[in-house]
């Protein structure tokens, strides 16, 4: 008779059993913000398509102290979500050789969160340039 | 044993199908000196405190791939983790996470040995070759390919960081992904289009969630998360030019 | 008990047992090959080599070349015949393991790259970095799942052979997760379990090499050939035994004593260059730099460690860019294990035991005296290694005769007739009873470990690299005793699954016939040759009386008995053996004479 009876450990709270897995948790519910975010700007989008009071109501809105906290929040999570984007676009494309040599994973990173800087400032100036 | 040996306390995590319902914490004390490995402050509990104590090792020099074990929570190869790192404080050690327990800390890899079948793990020539013709030239930058990828010793503790698999065991996982791009990308290699149908299949690459885990506790550097992800991105576009090209893309 | 039925049992997962079972499926498709390993294949001990694997590549060589370093290598105790046949045959099965997807470390221009190694007259050895062995396993593992007609028992535990009729007809194997036994009936059996080195104390060898495959044939009659030479490599990690491949002196690096200088040249290897030159200083055999180690340490010249005297492996002038190119485990082992990072400071080393030169007797064929009964690798004395085997000659055996324990293992099944199952199966339940006797049994007061420490000392005192009649017979008595108590081993664990306290207890007593067979071949070799040298009296070799294999036959609770076999000298007569600049001008002289 066959004495085996391997045993089969639960999955449940998988992800609070290891640091690792917690800040992915976290980096993937930074997307929520993101989501959260889009929701915000489509609905402005609704209210300029319903006219200049419309739209005037959506702005006020904005002012309050409640939307700028969670817009310094949604600052914060978005920020910490693109970091960790380009963290790992290394593991996710094939190999960058520059002049025989294979380019860092640091490298990498570097470059994308370079690109996103310079991006986010373009289109700030863009919108202070507008705006003045 | 002399007055000032240092001693550690190694907490291992026992299953005795024949005795145990479920797994229990036993603690043990181990004496050691700083450049002995977890694995040999184990085998010291086996050889004098408890003969019973079962758990798989050869190499000790990581490349055999037997002793991968959960320590402290991390997935880690035994014999190349230092007790010294963890003294005075006790390192609990457990059998790798996300595999069924045979006993103590032996995990069943039986599913791994299937997968590693289902990949075609050999070369499917692209040009035959007789021997008399000598070998295939690779470049060293072809061989670069793929090395990496050939580097995997099967240790499973790939699998062990993989919460994907550990909810979906069917799931082809890191390890088995790394060695299927391994052939895929040989230069002597002509068996792609087999191999992507299970790349692209239930149990593929779309079962990744890009946690990275894995490749963080490989000992050998393969990166087999890398492997996974260049192979979405290879099955996205096969899928794609499956709609674009006569032949159906690579399948 | 469950029984199966194939033609071809192998023993062993290994570089020889994957390489022997492809060479029975290609050979015919309709044979049931059944491939039986304690471990899953690609954790056998292939896996840890780590410098390469030799045959002639560069237009410089030769065949005449490779078979003249292997014999003279071998200090003349080689079968010249399967030598001449094993020079011709590695470069084709290296490069069907090339055309299988090993990665073969590649020159620019896409061929295989080869390295230099210790006493090899020119670079020979092909390589994957420092993880040739690792490479060719996997290779050899992956490309073995090719073939539906290997059945493989991973994880079954092979405890004795099963003959009848005056022919080897199967196997008996513990399934180690359910702790069951099956028979496997075969027409003919191929054991490839690799060596013993864990029968001594410090060793380079994974936990599994402990000469199972040896005993078994032992045990049935089959002679241990040559058990005495056992192979020291001198440049491994003091305490573990982990081995620094030659390699690493293949690619410059340099062995120094406690006052930085290159000690080797005091003993007939010089002159010191600073560049490798080929069959000189740290390029020269293992058994001669280990015992240069030994006369160092006599002299006060090594350097105190906490795990006995060490000398210097030091790499620093190769850089670090090139070290981890060519030697990235190398590095890794150094730096991890050690604290050492081997681009700026020396690796402490010292000697450890490596590979046992002798084995189970075979011909050229791989064919033992038993019928049906085959072996391959390290486990088999085919004759290729003599008293001492040369660095890379090792990884290409397996294959070149694996292959030809295959082919031949085949052939012989289709020549003869299944044997008699109710028979078979009779034989197989008496070692059942056996096997599981040894667990069942109570009231023992002897610890295994222990056991096999005393045994493991016991060895490293009397078949170190030096040896006198003295301790050597002390080790004799010694292992005597070990066996006797043996008799009286407790096992604590008596359960069915996954029992590894009862397969230690299996090994132990392989390894204590193994150790046995060593012991009293080396106190009745009265001269010194290769790796086993003596000190008291017989201080040369005595080609007169010791030309010789010795042979030791399995006596049952008793001492084995040795007797000599014939050394099948064919072109090359027993010469000096030199090296470094003794060594050419040496063959120069040779050349002369035969103008």
Same mark, same amino acid.
């Given at each position: ?132 | ?93 457990? #059998? @790798?996470? $996300? ?13 791994? +040995? =299937?997968?590693?079948? &289902? ?58 992904? #790394? @060695?299927? $791009? ?13 191999? +992507? =149908?299970?790349?692209? &299949? ?50 | ?595």
């Amino acid at each position: 008779m066959n004495k085996r009876r391997p045993y089969v450990r639960s999955m449940d709270g998988w992800w609070r059993k290891n640091p690792f897995f917690v800040e992915y948790m976290i980096h993937e519910g930074t997307a929520l913000f993101v989501a959260a975010y889009a929701g915000i700007l489509l609905n402005g989008l609704v209210h300029l398509s319903q006219g200049e009071a419309a739209w005037n109501v959506w702005l006020l809105g904005l002012k309050s102290s409640w939307y700028i906290g969670f817009h310094v929040l949604t600052l914060i999570a978005l920020g910490y979500h693109t970091y960790t984007w380009f963290k790992i676009m290394p593991r996710t494309m094939p190999p960058v050789v520059v002049g025989g040599q294979r380019l860092s994973a640091w490298a990498i990173t570097g470059s994308g969160l370079a690109v996103a800087a310079a991006a986010m400032a373009a289109l700030l100036g863009l919108v202070w340039g507008m705006a003045r | 044993m002399s007055d000032n040996q240092k001693v550690i306390e190694i907490e291992v995590l026992r299953y005795h199908p024949e005795k145990d319902k479920e797994p229990h914490k036993q603690v043990f004390e181990v004496p050691f000196t700083d450049d002995m490995s977890v694995l040999q402050g184990v085998q010291y509990i086996k050889d004098y405190l408890d003969g019973s104590l079962s758990f798989r090792w050869s190499c000790r020099m990581a490349i055999c791939g037997s002793c991968g074990m959960m320590i402290n929570g991390e997935p880690s190869l035994s014999c190349q983790t230092f007790l010294r790192d963890y003294y005075p404080a006790r390192v609990r050690v457990e #059998a @790798l996470s $996300h595999f069924p327990i045979e006993r103590d800390l032996v995990i069943n890899m039986e599913g791994f +040995m =299937e997968k590693l079948e &289902s990949i075609q793990p050999y070369i499917i020539p692209k040009e035959p070759r007789t021997l008399q013709e000598g070998e295939y030239l690779q470049t060293p930058e072809q061989l670069n390919e793929y090395e990496q990828f050939s580097s995997c010793i099967n240790c499973l503790l790939c699998y062990a960081a993989c919460p994907q698999f550990g909810l979906n065991s069917s799931f082809i996982g890191p390890a088995a992904t #790394a @060695l299927l $791009h391994r052939y895929n990308v040989d230069s002597r290699d002509g068996g792609k289009a087999e191999r +992507m =149908e299970l790349i692209n &299949s239930e149990e593929g690459v779309f079962n990744c969630t890009a946690v990275g885990y894995c490749s963080e506790v490989c000992p050998k550097h393969v990166d087999p998360a890398n492997a996974v992800n260049q192979n979405k991105t290879i099955s996205a576009a096969d899928y794609f030019l499956r709609f674009l090209t006569p032949k159906g893309g690579a399948k | 008990m469950e029984i199966y039925k194939a033609d071809v049992v192998i023993v062993g997962g290994g570089g020889a047992g994957l390489r022997a079972a492809i060479a029975v499926a290609e050979s015919d498709p309709a044979l049931r090959i059944a491939l039986v390993s304690k471990v899953y294949p690609m954790r056998s001990h292939t896996v840890a080599a780590e410098g390469g694997s030799a045959g002639v590549k560069k237009t410089t060589d030769s065949l005449e070349y490779h078979f003249n370093d292997t014999v003279g290598g071998g200090d003349w105790l080689c079968e010249q015949d399967v030598v001449e046949y094993f020079v011709a045959h590695c470069t084709e099965e290296l490069t069907q393991l090339e055309h299988w997807g090993c990665p073969w470390s590649r020159t620019p221009d896409g061929h295989v790259n080869v390295r230099a190694f210790g006493g090899m007259k020119i670079e020979r050895t092909w390589f994957a970095a420092d993880k040739t062995g690792f490479h060719m396993l996997h290779t050899l593992f992956q490309t073995s799942i090719k073939y539906p007609s290997i059945k493989r028992f991973d994880e079954h535990f092979c405890v004795d052979l099963v003959v009848d009729n005056g022919r080897v007809q199967g196997v008996v194997a513990i399934e180690i997760a359910s702790g069951e036994l099956s028979l496997i009936e075969a027409r003919s059996v191929v054991i490839a379990t690799g060596g013993a080195g864990r029968v001594f104390r410090e060793n380079t060898n994974g936990g599994v090499v402990t000469g199972d495959g040896m005993a078994l044939a032992y045990r049935h009659g089959v002679p241990l050939r040559d058990m005495e030479f056992v192979q020291y490599h001198p440049t491994c990690m003091p305490g573990t035994g982990l081995l620094f491949t030659e390699a690493c002196r293949g690619e410059g690096g340099f062995l120094v004593n406690k006052d930085g200088y290159r000690y080797l040249q005091d003993y007939g290897l010089g002159p010191a260059e600073p560049t490798p030159r080929n069959k000189a200083m740290e390029l020269g055999p293992r058994d001669r730099l280990s015992q240069a180690f030994w006369y160092e340490q006599q002299k006060g010249r090594t350097i105190e460690g906490l795990h006995g005297s060490v000398v210097h492996l030091d790499l620093r002038h190769l850089g670090e860019e090139k070290l981890r190119e060519r030697l990235p485990q190398i590095y890794e082992l150094a730096e991890q294990f050690m604290g050492v990072d081997p681009a700026r400071a020396p690796i402490p080393v010292r000697p450890a035991v490596h590979y046992t030169m002798g084995g189970i007797l075979v011909d050229g064929l791989c064919a033992a005296p038993l019928a049906g009964l085959y072996a391959a690798g390290e486990c088999s004395s085919v004759g290729i290694h003599g008293a001492n085997r040369l660095g890379s000659n090792s990884l290409s055996e397996l294959l070149v005769f694996g292959k030809v324990a295959g082919v031949e293992a085949a052939r012989f099944a289709k020549s003869v007739a299944p044997g008699n199952s109710a028979s078979l199966l009779r034989q197989a339940q008496a070692v059942e009873q056996r096997i599981l006797g040894l667990k069942k049994k109570t009231g023992g007061t002897e610890r295994i470990a222990t056991l096999r420490k005393e045994m493991a000392q016991t060895m490293e005192d009397g078949c170190g690299i030096y040896r006198l009649a003295e301790t050597m017979q002390k080790t004799c008595d010694k292992l005597d005793e070990l066996k006797a108590r043996f008799r009286n081993v407790n096992l604590e664990d008596k359960s069915s699954v996954w029992n590894t306290e009862w397969l230690l207890a299996i090994e132990l007593e392989y390894q204590l016939d193994v150790a046995q067979a060593m012991a009293y071949s080396a106190i009745n070799r009265r001269e010194s040759r290769g790796a086993h040298q003596r000190l008291d009296g017989f201080e040369l070799r005595d080609d007169v009386n010791f030309l010789a294999h010795s042979q030791a036959h399995y006596v049952a609770d008793g001492a084995p008995r040795i007797d000599y076999g014939p050394v099948k000298i064919t072109k090359s007569q027993p010469g000096t053996r030199a090296y470094g600049a003794a060594g050419e001008k040496a063959e120069q002289e040779r050349k002369a004479s035969h103008v």
